[in-house]
């Protein structure tokens, strides 16, 4: 198996305590909140890494599966559960393998099934979108975090690198945080895929629209008053459109019988 987290697992888990970092796992969270069916529900995070979304669901009760095609990155993920409770060591699975070729015993198995950060590193996210869709059951949720190509320019514009930025406006590639060059989607582009594979979108959310230039600091003080802001700006226009992140959640219809119910 192919390791795909190309050499970034250790660099980008040292990130976790970054401003940026910490936005993110608590925007996602609380966006999550709104869709995620009552704990414990069954949840699989494909290129979940060292559980650094999922093992917090875990500790709220929820039943976690990553998926990660990374050995390095499910040791990572191992060793954070040592440090775990014995409930919610027993509560995350974790599984090596690639969303795309998502295994055949997860058929239609889970409640949710979240894909974040992961499609930046996938020439075309729509084999993932389906195996995600696949995976879930009818009623389902499919959550994708994927980077805003409508907004590469603004993180080196806002740190005054404008010709870096110029040069961003007409293209859907940039590097990221950890330096290597990935590829950005749209709302529409994410949106056509996700009805591709069957699924309906509810709703799509900007994850980091003002603080994403500063992503490297350590939170201060003002973190509270900085999620409040990023939390409200992620959910209307035009701030999202303009966001690092692009967040976007679809339902897989729930199965209706034919006939309607009987008498
Ligand atoms: C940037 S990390 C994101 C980790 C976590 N989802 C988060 O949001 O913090 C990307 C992860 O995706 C994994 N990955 C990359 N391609 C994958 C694929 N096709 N299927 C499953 N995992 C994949 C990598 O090994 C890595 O652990």
Aim: net charge neutral.
């Amino acid at each position: 198996m192919e390791d795909r987290s190309f050499g970034l697992a250790g660099r980008y888990n040292a990130l976790d305590g970054n401003l940026g970092q910490v936005l993110r796992r608590r925007l996602l969270a609380r966006q999550l909140d709104l869709h995620l069916p009552a704990v414990p529900a069954g949840i699989l995070d494909v290129g979940g890494g060292a559980g650094q979304q999922s093992i917090p669901l875990a500790r709220e009760g929820h039943e976690v599966t990553i998926l990660d095609t990374s050995r390095e990155m499910l040791e990572e993920a191992r060793h954070r559960l040592n440090a775990a409770d014995e409930e919610v060591r027993r509560r995350v699975r974790l599984v090596r393998g690639a969303g795309e070729e998502m295994p055949g015993t997860f058929t239609a198995t889970f409640d949710a099934a979240l894909c974040h950060g992961v499609v930046m590193y996938l020439e075309d996210p729509r084999p993932m979108i389906r195996g995600l869709a696949a995976a879930v059951r009818p009623g389902g949720i499919v959550s994708v975090l994927a980077k805003n190509a409508a907004a590469l320019a603004v993180r080196p514009a806002l740190k005054g690198r404008y010709r870096e930025a110029l040069a961003l406006l007409d293209t859907d590639r940039a590097a990221g945080g950890l330096g290597a060059v990935t590829r950005g989607d749209t709302v529409e582009g994410l949106s056509g895929s996700f009805a591709g594979a069957g699924l309906e979108i509810e709703r799509w959310y900007g994850v980091r629209v003002f603080t994403d230039h500063l992503g490297d600091r350590p939170p201060g003080d003002e973190l509270p008053d900085v999620l409040e802001l990023e939390w409200e700006a992620g959910r209307r226009d035009p701030y999202r459109s303009v966001a690092r992140l692009i967040h976007i959640v679809g339902r897989k219809p729930a199965a209706h019988r034919e006939g309607g119910d009987p008498a």
